[in-house]
C-alpha cells in the first residue's frame, strides 16, 4: 500500500497525459477533475491510513518494490519508506495538496489546458511523494529533480509569455546548481560508506565509518542543494520570479511542499548534521540571513504574489535555523504549520486576483473587506498566524525556534530572528491592510469567486488555528507531542520556564508591534511606497542581486559559449576533420594519377614488385 | 665454353627487352623489345638442349619461334589499325582504359 | 677458342644491336639493330649445334619477321613530328635497368647453379628434330599450325581498310 501512495499520482498523471494529447482541444472537465482531484484524495486517504497504523504504535512500514541498480557494492532498490518523519510529511502534503487541487479545480476552470495542468500537477504529487517516501538516497534524488521537472513545467505553464518561460528557466537552472551539490554529496557519501549498503537506516549505522572532515564536506555539499530547492541565500532569485506560474502553482509547490524539501532533507540526514554541529550553524546563519533579507525586501514588493514569496523564503529560513541549532523536530514542526497558512495566503490571494480581473499590485486594490468577507476572514487568521500572535499556529512553531536560538546562545540569530518576526508581521498585515482595508482608489466590479476556491480556505483557516497545539512546549501546557513522535536526534535544552514565557511574550509584542506599524502606515490609506531615499532604492530593487547575478555569471558564461560554438567548434574540431578529409582527397588524387591507362606504367609496376622481390631473394638467400 | 656464359646472354638480353619494353613509347620498339625477350628465352631453351642431350628444348624452341612470327603478324596488322585510326604511334595516347577522370 | 671468340664477337653483335634497338628515335634504325640482333641468335643457335634451329631462326624470325615489321614501318611512315615525343628516355631506362638488375642476376645465378658444363657435342640435327616433331611433340606442332592460320586471318581482319563498309553501304543504298 505504500507504493500505492508514490504510484497513483504517477499513474493518474500518464493517463490525464495521454488523454490530453489524444485531443488537446476537446475540454473533458469532468473527466479530468475526477481524475486529477480523485487521485490525491485517495493518496490522503491512504496516508491516513499508514498514519494511524503507525500512530498506534507500529515500527516503520517499509515496502520495496525491486532492484534497480545492482553493480558489486552500489545496490540500489526502488523502495519506499515510511518512518515518521515521513508519515507527518506525507500527512500534511497529501492533505493540503488535496485542498489545492480542488481550488486548483476552481482557478483554472475556464484554462484550455485544464488536462495538461492536472497532469503536471499530479505528476508533481507523485514526485514529492517519492522524495519524501524514498528508502535511499538515490530514490529521494530522484524524486528531486522530478520536482524541479514539475516546478519548471508549472511555472513556464502559460508559455505564451516568454517571459514566463525565462522564469521557469531560472527556477531549474538554478535548482540545477543547488543539485550539482547535492549529487557530489550523495557521491562523497557512497564512496566513504565502502559499500555497505546505501539505505539510508544503513548509512545511519555506518555513520562512524567516516571522519569529520568528509562528513562535514557531504553536510555542507548536501545543503547546496537545499539552498537550491528551498530558495536560500545566494540561489534564491528563482522564487520571486516563479510566481509567473498559475497561482495553486504557487500555492503548493513554492509555499507548501517543494521549497520544504530542503528541509526535511537536513531533518532525514539528522544523523549526519548532528555530528558536524559547525555546518549546522553555517545552515543555521544561512537561514537567518535569508530570512532577515527576505523580510526587508517584501517590505518593500507592491504585487500580491512577490510578497507572499518572498515571505516564504523568510520562513524557510527560520526553518533552516532550527534544523541548523539542531532542533530538527522544531524545524518540521514549522514546515507543518507554515504549510496551512502559506497555502491559506496563497489560495485567498489567488481568490483575490480573479475576483479583481488579474489585477496583481495591492496597491491598486482595496476595501474589499466586505466584498470578499470570507476570504477576508481566512486571511486575516493566516496572517495572524504567520505573525506569531497566540493561539494560532504561528505562533508555537516559530516561538519554538526562537528559543532554541536563545538557548544555545547564539544571539545574534536570535536577534535575526526576532526582528525578522517583527518585519513578517509588518509586512503581512500590510499586504491585509491594504488589500482589504484601505480605501480603494476606484469602484471595482468584482467577479464571482466559486465555491470550489473558497471552501479549502476555510478549512486551511481551521487548521491554520489549530495544528499549533500539536507541537506546543511543555511551557505552554502543551506536552511537545510532535517533538516526541518524531524522535529525531534533537538537541537537548535547558531553558526556564520563566525565559521562554519572556521570549515568548517577546515575540508577541514584535508582532504586535509590526501589526501596529502597519496599521498606522496602510490601514486608512494605502500609498505605494515612494522610492526617494538610496536604501529604498536598493530594496525596492531587491538589492540588484538579480542583475549582478545576470552580469557577473550569466554574461561571462554566455560569452564563453558563443566563442566556444563560433570560434572553438568551427576552427579547431571541424577544422581538424576537415583536414583529415581533405588529406584523404589529395592522397586519393595522388593515388588515382597511378591508373592512367598506360600499358607502360603497369608493365613498370609489375617491374618493381618483381625487382622487390629479386632483392628480397638475393638478401635473403645470400647469393652474392 | 661453359653454358653460363650463354646463361649470362640470356639474362641480358632478356632484361634489355623488358627495359626496352617499359621505357620506350614508340609502339614498334615496344614490339620489338617484345620479340628479343622470347628470343632470349629461346636461346634459353636451346642452351638447355644442349646441356640435357635433350631434343625437346630446340623443339620447343622451333615451335616458339612460329608462335613469334603469328604474334608478329597480329601486333604489325594492330599498329597499321592504330596508325589509320589515331594517326598516331604513341602508346602513351592509347590510355582510355583507365579509371574514370577524376575532376577533383 | 675458336668458339669463344665466335660467341663473343656474336654476343657483342647481339648486345650491340638490342641497345642499339631501344635506344634509337628513329624506329628504322631500331628495326636495324634488332635485324643485326635476330642474325646474331641464329649464329648463336648454330654455336649450339642445333643447325636446323639457326636455319628456321635465320628463314623466320629475320627472314619473315624482320623484313615484315621493317615494311610495316615503312609503310607508317611517321614523320619526325608524329614519332612519340619522349624527353625522359634515357631517365626512365636507368632506372629501369636498376629495377630489372636484380632479377637478371637472380636468373643468371640461379640458372647457371644448375649446370656447369655441356654435356655433349652431339648436334641435333633435322633428323632428329624432325623425328621428335612429328611423335612426341605432333600436337604442339598440329596447333601452332592451326594458330598460325588464325593469325593469318586475324591480321587480315583487323588491318582491313574501313572503306570497305561505306562502300557496301552505298552500293545497298544505290540498288
Redesign the interface.
Given at each position: 500500500m505504500l507504493s500505492l501512495i508514490v504510484i497513483l499520482p504517477f499513474l493518474s498523471a500518464f493517463l490525464m497525459a495521454l488523454v490530453y494529447l489524444e485531443n488537446a482541444q476537446k475540454k473533458r472537465y469532468f473527466f479530468y477533475t475526477l481524475v486529477g482531484v480523485g487521485t490525491p484524495l485517495t493518496v490522503t486517504v491512504l496516508s491516513f491510513i499508514l498514519g494511524s497504523q503507525v500512530l498506534a504504535g507500529s515500527d516503520t512500514i517499509y515496502q520495496t518494490l525491486l532492484q534497480w541498480i545492482h553493480v558489486d557494492n552500489f545496490n540500489i532498490e526502488i523502495a519506499f519508506m515510511a518512518d515518521r518523519l515521513s508519515i507527518v510529511m506525507i500527512s500534511f502534503i497529501t492533505f493540503i495538496g488535496t485542498l489545492i487541487h480542488i481550488y486548483a479545480a476552481g482557478y483554472m476552470k475556464e484554462d484550455e489546458g485544464y488536462g495538461k495542468f492536472f497532469a503536471y500537477f499530479n505528476l508533481f504529487m507523485g514526485s514529492m511523494l517519492l522524495l519524501v517516501l524514498a528508502d535511499n538516497p538515490i530514490m529521494m534524488f530522484i524524486g528531486w529533480e522530478l520536482v524541479g521537472l514539475s516546478s519548471y513545467l508549472l511555472i513556464g505553464y502559460y508559455h505564451n509569455e516568454s517571459s514566463n518561460i525565462t522564469a521557469a528557466n531560472k527556477a531549474f537552472i538554478l535548482n540545477r546548481v543547488g543539485d550539482f551539490g547535492f549529487i557530489m554529496g550523495i557521491s562523497l557519501l557512497f564512496v566513504s560508506l565502502e559499500g555497505s549498503g546505501f539505505t539510508f537506516d544503513s548509512i545511519k549505522e555506518h555513520i562512524n565509518m567516516i571522519d569529520k572532515e568528509t562528513l562535514s564536506l557531504i553536510g555542507i555539499l548536501l545543503f547546496i542543494g537545499a539552498m537550491g530547492k528551498s530558495a536560500q541565500i545566494p540561489l534564491y532569485v528563482w522564487l520571486p520570479d516563479a510566481m509567473a506560474g498559475p497561482t495553486p502553482v504557487s500555492a503548493l509547490i513554492h509555499a507548501a511542499t517543494m521549497v520544504t524539501a530542503g528541509v526535511y532533507m537536513v531533518a532525514r540526514y539528522s544523523f549526519i548534521y548532528i555530528e558536524i554541529p559547525d555546518i549546522g550553524l553555517f545552515i543555521a546563519t544561512i537561514g537567518a540571513v535569508s530570512a532577515l533579507f527576505a523580510a526587508v525586501i517584501a517590505s518593500y514588493q507592491s504585487d500580491i504574489k512577490k510578497i507572499l514569496a518572498y515571505s516564504t523564503m523568510s520562513q524557510l529560513g527560520y526553518m533552516f535555523m532550527a534544523v541548523g541549532l539542531g532542533a530538527y523536530s522544531s524545524g518540521i514542526f514549522h514546515v507543518f504549520t507554515h504549510a496551512f497558512f502559506k497555502a491559506l495566503l496563497f489560495m485567498g490571494a489567488g481568490a483575490v486576483i480573479i475576483a479583481l480581473h488579474h489585477e496583481q499590485n495591492i496597491f491598486k486594490m482595496g476595501g474589499l473587506k466586505n466584498s470578499m468577507k470570507l476570504v477576508y476572514i481566512t486571511m486575516f487568521i493566516a496572517t495572524l498566524a504567520i505573525s506569531g500572535i497566540p493561539p494560532f499556529a504561528g505562533f508555537f512553531s516559530k516561538d519554538a525556534i526562537l528559543v532554541i536560538a536563545f538557548a544555545t546562545e547564539h544571539y545574534i540569530l536570535w536577534g535575526m530572528g526576532a526582528l525578522t518576526a517583527m518585519l513578517t508581521a509588518y509586512y503581512m498585515f500590510r499586504l491585509l491592510f491594504t488589500v482589504f482595508l484601505a480605501q480603494p482608489k476606484e469602484a471595482k466590479n468584482l467577479q464571482a469567486v466559486p465555491a470550489s476556491m473558497t471552501t479549502p480556505l476555510v478549512i486551511l483557516a481551521f487548521g491554520s488555528a489549530t495544528v499549533g497545539f500539536l507541537g506546543a512546549n511543555e511551557a505552554y501546557g502543551g506536552s511537545a507531542w510532535i517533538n516526541t513522535f518524531l524522535s529525531l536526534p534533537d538537541t537537548k535544552l535547558d531553558i526556564s520556564h520563566a525565559k521562554e514565557y519572556m521570549l515568548g511574550g517577546l515575540n508577541v509584542l514584535l508582532g504586535l508591534l509590526g501589526m501596529g506599524f502597519a496599521y498606522t502606515l496602510f490601514a486608512k490609506e494605502a500609498e505605494a511606497t515612494k522610492v526617494d531615499t538610496l536604501f529604498k532604492k536598493l530594496v525596492v530593487h531587491k538589492f540588484y542581486i538579480d542583475e549582478i547575478y545576470a552580469f557577473f555569471i550569466v554574461k561571462p558564461l554566455l560569452l564563453l559559449s558563443r566563442f566556444i560554438a563560433n570560434v572553438i567548434d568551427p576552427r579547431i574540431f571541424d577544422g581538424f576533420i576537415n583536414f583529415n578529409v581533405w588529406g584523404y582527397r589529395r592522397s586519393a588524387l595522388l593515388f588515382a594519377k597511378l591508373q592512367n591507362g598506360k600499358v607502360r606504367y603497369y608493365a613498370l609496376y609489375i617491374l618493381i614488385g618483381v625487382s622487390g622481390m629479386s632483392y628480397y631473394l638475393i638478401l635473403k638467400l645470400g647469393v652474392i | 665454353m661453359t653454358p653460363e656464359l650463354f646463361f649470362l646472354l640470356a639474362s641480358i638480353l632478356f632484361s634489355i627487352g623488358l627495359v626496352g619494353l617499359v621505357s620506350r613509347r614508340n609502339l614498334f620498339v615496344l614490339y620489338m623489345s617484345i620479340e628479343l625477350m622470347l628470343s632470349a628465352v629461346n636461346l634459353l631453351l636451346a642452351t638447355f638442349s644442349k646441356v640435357l642431350n635433350d631434343a625437346d628444348g630446340s623443339v620447343i624452341a622451333l615451335l616458339m619461334i612460329a608462335v613469334i612470327a603469328a604474334e608478329a603478324a597480329l601486333f604489325l596488322a594492330m599498329i597499321v589499325h592504330i596508325y589509320r585510326s589515331g594517326r598516331t604511334i604513341d602508346s602513351d595516347k592509347l590510355n582510355k582504359l583507365r579509371e574514370g577522370a577524376q575532376n577533383a | 677458342m675458336l668458339?669463344?671468340s665466335i660467341?663473343t664477337i656474336l654476343?657483342l653483335f647481339?648486345?650491340g644491336g638490342?641497345?642499339a634497338?631501344?635506344t634509337?628515335r628513329q624506329?628504322l634504325f631500331?628495326?636495324f639493330g634488332?635485324l643485326i640482333?635476330?642474325i646474331g641468335?641464329g649464329g648463336?643457335?648454330a654455336?649450339?649445334?642445333?643447325r636446323?634451329?639457326a636455319l628456321?631462326?635465320i628463314m623466320?624470325?629475320v627472314g619473315?619477321?624482320v623484313i615484315?615489321?621493317m615494311l610495316?614501318?615503312l609503310?607508317?611512315n611517321?614523320k619526325n613530328e608524329?614519332?612519340?615525343?619522349?624527353p625522359n628516355?634515357y631517365k626512365?631506362?636507368f632506372f629501369?635497368?636498376l629495377?630489372?638488375?636484380?632479377?637478371?642476376?637472380?636468373?643468371?645465378?640461379s640458372?647457371?647453379a644448375l649446370?656447369?658444363?655441356?654435356?655433349?657435342m652431339?648436334t641435333?640435327s633435322s633428323k632428329?628434330?624432325g623425328k621428335?616433331?612429328f611423335s612426341?611433340?605432333v600436337l604442339?606442332?598440329e596447333i601452332?599450325s592451326i594458330?598460325?592460320l588464325?593469325?593469318?586471318v586475324?591480321?587480315?581482319v583487323?588491318?582491313r581498310?574501313?572503306r570497305r563498309k561505306k562502300e557496301r553501304r552505298k552500293s545497298e543504298e544505290r540498288s
Open positions: - | - | 668458339e669463344i660467341f654476343a647481339m648486345l638490342s641497345i634497338m631501344i634509337n624506329t631500331s628495326a634488332f640482333t635476330m641468335l648463336m643457335f654455336l649450339l649445334d642445333s636446323f634451329l628456321a631462326q623466320v624470325s619473315a619477321v615484315l615489321s610495316t614501318i609503310t607508317v611517321a608524329n614519332l612519340p615525343y619522349e628516355k626512365w631506362m629501369t635497368a629495377l630489372v638488375s636484380p632479377f637478371t642476376f637472380l636468373m643468371y645465378k640458372t647457371s649446370y656447369q658444363s655441356f654435356s655433349t652431339e641435333i632428329v628434330l621428335l616433331l612426341d611433340w604442339p606442332f601452332v594458330l598460325l588464325t593469325a593469318m586475324g591480321a587480315v583487323i588491318a581498310k574501313e
